[in-house]
C-alpha cells in the first residue's frame, strides 16, 4: 500500500479559522467605528484648515480683502473676494455627521485684509475666533470622540483638542 500525501485544510480546520476571524472581528468592530468617526472629525477640521489658509494667502497674493465663509447648518466653506464676491475656492465636508459651532454665532466667517490679518467682515459683524467641529453623543460617546477646535487669531491659526491637557495637541486656556 501507498500512503499518500496530502495537502490542504480538512473541513475542521477551516471552521476553526472562521470562528476565530469572526470573533477577532467582532472585538474589532467597535474600535474601528470609533476611529472612522474621529477621523470624520479630522477631515472636516482639516477641510476648514485649508480654507482658511487659503484664504489668508489670497488676500495676500491678490493684494485684495478675502473672506472666509462657513455654513453653521450645511458642511461647507467659501473663500470670496470681498469686493466682486467671486468665489476662489470651496470646498464640501462630505459628511453630515460632524457638527460645526462658530464663535461668536453672530458671525458667518474671518475676512482678511492684504496682510492676512483678520478683520470685521464686510456687514461689520466680527470676525470668527473660534470653530469647534464635533459628532453628535448619538454617533460616539464624548469621552471617546476626538472633538477639535480651530482658533483664529490675528492671521494666525491653530487647529487643537479641547480635550487634552499638557501636550502640543492641547488648546491655550481661554
Do not use: H, Y
Not at 475542521?12 to 472585538?27: F, G, H, K, S
Not at 487647529?159 to 488648546?171: E, F, H, K, L
Amino acid at each position: 500500500m501507498k500512503s499518500r500525501n496530502e495537502s490542504g485544510f480538512t473541513l475542521i480546520e477551516l471552521m476553526i479559522t472562521i470562528t476565530v476571524l469572526a470573533v477577532l472581528l467582532l472585538l474589532g468592530l467597535p474600535s474601528f467605528s470609533e476611529w472612522t468617526t474621529n477621523l470624520r472629525i479630522r477631515t472636516a477640521s482639516e477641510s476648514v484648515m485649508t480654507g482658511l489658509k487659503t484664504a489668508r494667502t489670497e488676500a495676500v497674493r491678490q493684494n485684495t480683502i478675502v473672506t472666509f465663509v462657513i455654513g453653521a447648518a450645511d458642511p461647507n466653506w467659501q473663500v470670496r473676494r470681498a469686493d466682486t464676491l467671486e468665489v476662489l475656492a470651496q470646498s464640501d465636508f462630505g459628511t453630515t455627521s460632524v457638527i460645526t459651532t462658530l464663535i461668536p454665532s453672530d458671525t458667518f466667517g474671518v475676512t482678511f485684509n492684504t496682510l492676512g490679518i483678520a478683520v470685521n467682515n464686510p456687514d461689520g459683524s466680527p470676525p470668527l475666533t473660534q470653530i469647534d467641529l464635533t459628532v453628535p453623543e448619538t454617533l460616539l460617546a464624548t469621552a471617546n470622540a476626538r472633538n477639535l477646535r480651530i482658533l483664529i487669531s490675528g492671521g494666525l491659526m491653530k487647529m487643537c483638542d479641547p480635550n487634552v491637557i499638557g501636550d502640543a495637541r492641547a488648546c491655550p486656556p481661554i
